[in-house]
């Protein structure tokens, strides 16, 4: 019994981990354009894709295509914010709803179309596969390697934003967009480039989550729940709240599937509604 | 108060294209009597984004889940009809207090949010549902779907696998829901829905009760839903857990932002379209359908705002 509590809070830090590398981006990005972008686990796919087709097809090993999926998540969003999102941040929500839901659409289909709907792998290398028992439980090796990358991101992000002027800029934008603009801070290009790190950190985590959940087509459409979830728990523009939320929900996931497992995603889908009504702004949301 | 009542009169009469247009309807029964199957399809489609378009079109509240109402019209026609009665007025009668009942029990948290709250609570709540009928499935038939539902005759036309009695049938209940739908749209009522729509916190300043107004425009919508899912029980005598999908309440919200929002014939217009599109490519596979619909939306929302009845409504300026 305990050793199985202790896998689960295990796993389900690791998937939290996974989740928080999904989701970040878009908790920074809503919170300072209010850019209702549901095409993010797309930029996702794209990254996890791009490991995928390094793998299999040029043979690079595993841990060397991370930054490469990063760089085409980043790539990738960078690309439709230039051209089709940035028309719309003055659109309603429904629009912007519509435009990226557009953008899921076609973005499954597409990787359907390029390689065909089956489960892709890509194989991590021999010593990240293994398990590693400690005080009597297995562990295995891979979501370890997740827990310790996803923290080091963690800690890379906040520092980033706590401690460099490009950091205070993002900070003043999420705040007061208006005030921040007034202080002559250019707002649109601290936003692209954030949307463009967040871009990449989806990629990334698009990347790392093939090993653990697979990667097919529909990878944007089924995660997108859980990364709204995420942001919607946590709060718009909070990473601490983001990561919070990331890990309460990945812990809370696996001890569903693991203890009340005939209960499917039902528990999930009630947990966000019932949090949502209580306080819609999230839990550690300001606004 | 007499310019107001002209103002109301003046919008009620009907004008000479919309009665071409409903005759236009009644086409399909002579021109092409081999798809009168995929005409009552059609006029199911059109009838569910109609009531989308009461809520988001006039009222503005933006649904991503607008198939739970449909969802659970379907099923409690189905299920009257599985266990009980067959005769598909009275499954349209109980799918509609149903769907009723639902709308208005969910209109109480829907109209408290707005913006992002608002989308991602009705695509939780509609994701829900699907997941309990899912796991229900000794009721729903779970991923099977339910089987053996018996609908009966309709003033003793069977319904046939031709569908002219599925046809006429389900135009008859559209033109019933529109006709409603059209009244409300144009009682002041329906003026002040677009005042909330317009501007949320001036309405309440100038004493209309907003939530109560957006809750009964919800429960209405919530029961035409319903109605338009016993239309499709009716008609294919069976219910697939797909009635409850994501997917049904993003292609209804296609439907609806292709015709044209706001406008009551945009969601039968966009309902035509895009059901006789999908028909005619219904040989490529539907995971690559998906793709031209994602183009599509991409398309509309950045070239042309108010769909189809939009654009084609900058060419024909209103008679003033």
Not at chain 1, 67 to 81: C, N, R, T
Not at chain 1, 92 to 97: A, G, P, Y
Not at chain 1, 220 to 241: E, N
Request: with cysteine; hydrophobic share 55%.
């Amino acid at each position: 019994m305990l050793s199985s509590l202790a896998t689960v809070l295990f796993d389900g830090f690791a998937y939290g981990m996974l989740l928080f590398l999904l989701s970040v981006g878009l908790s920074v990005t809503l919170g300072m354009m209010n850019f209702v972008n549901l095409a993010h686990c797309s930029f996702a796919m794209v990254g996890g894709y791009a490991t995928v087709t390094l793998v299999n097809s040029f043979g690079w090993p595993f841990l060397a295509t991370l930054p490469m999926a990063f760089l085409a998540g980043g790539f990738i969003s960078i690309l439709l914010e230039r051209t089709l999102y940035r028309h719309l941040y003055r659109s309603s929500d429904l629009d912007q709803c519509l435009l990226t839901i557009g953008i899921v659409f076609v973005s499954v289909a597409a990787f359907a179309w390029l390689y065909t709907s089956e489960q892709q792998s890509a194989r991590p290398p021999e010593w990240l596969r293994g398990r590693i028992e400690l005080f009597g439980v297995n562990f295995a090796t891979y979501r370890l390697f997740l827990i310790v990358f996803g923290l080091a991101v963690t800690a890379m992000l906040v520092l980033l934003l706590e401690r460099t002027r490009f950091g205070a800029k993002v900070r003043a934008a999420v705040d007061n967009q208006r005030m921040a603009r007034g202080l002559g801070i250019d707002v649109d290009r601290a936003f692209m480039l954030t949307f463009a790190l967040g871009g990449g950190l989806a990629g990334l985590g698009g990347a790392l989550a093939i090993e653990v959940v697979g990667l097919d087509p529909t990878f944007a459409l089924a995660y997108l729940v859980y990364v709204l979830i995420v942001v919607a728990v946590g709060g718009l523009g909070s990473i601490g709240g983001s990561f919070a939320a990331a890990v309460v929900l990945g812990i809370s996931d696996m001890a569903g599937k693991y203890y009340f497992p005939w209960l499917g995603a039902f528990l999930i889908y009630l947990v966000m509604v019932a949090l949502l009504m209580w306080r819609p702004a999230g839990l550690f949301g300001k606004r | 108060m007499e310019s107001a009542n002209r103002h109301f009169s003046e919008k009620v009469r009907w004008r000479w294209l919309e009665v071409a247009f409903w005759l236009c309807t009644l086409l399909p029964f002579v021109v092409t009597p081999s798809y009168l199957s995929l005409a009552s399809q059609i006029a199911i489609t059109a009838l569910f984004a109609l009531s989308l378009d009461l809520i988001l079109g006039y009222a503005g509240i933006v649904s991503l889940g607008h198939a739970a109402f449909f969802g659970v019209g379907a099923y409690s026609a189905g299920l009257l009809a599985k266990h009980y009665w067959g005769e598909p007025l009275a499954g349209l009668v109980v799918a509609a207090v149903a769907a009723g009942i639902a709308g208005y029990a969910m209109s109480h948290i829907v109209v408290r949010f707005r913006h992002l709250a608002l989308i991602m609570l009705t695509l939780g709540l509609g994701l829900l549902l699907h997941e309990a009928a899912n796991s229900a499935s000794g009721l729903t038939g779970g991923a099977d779907g339910l089987q053996g539902v018996r609908v009966g005759t309709l003033f003793g036309f069977k319904f046939d696998m031709f569908g002219r009695t599925a046809y006429a049938y389900s135009l008859a209940v559209l033109f019933v829901c529109f006709l409603v739908s059209r009244r409300i749209i144009h009682s002041p009522f329906g003026l002040a829905l677009r005042g909330i729509r317009e501007n949320a916190t001036r309405m309440p300043a100038i004493g209309a009760p907003s939530r109560a107004h957006l809750r009964k425009a919800y429960t209405i919508a919530a029961v035409i839903a319903g109605i338009a899912g016993a239309l499709l029980t009716h008609t294919t005598s069976t219910v697939s857990l797909e009635v409850l999908s994501f997917q049904r309440s993003a292609d209804v919200l296609v439907i609806l932002i292709l015709g044209g929002a706001g406008r009551l014939y945009g969601g039968i217009i966009g309902a035509v379209i895009y059901m006789v599109a999908r028909d005619q490519f219904s040989g490529i596979n539907p995971q690559f359908w998906y793709f031209w619909i994602g183009l599509l939306l991409v398309m509309v929302v950045m070239f042309l705002p108010n769909g189809i009845l939009g654009g084609l409504s900058r060419f024909f300026p209103p008679k003033t």
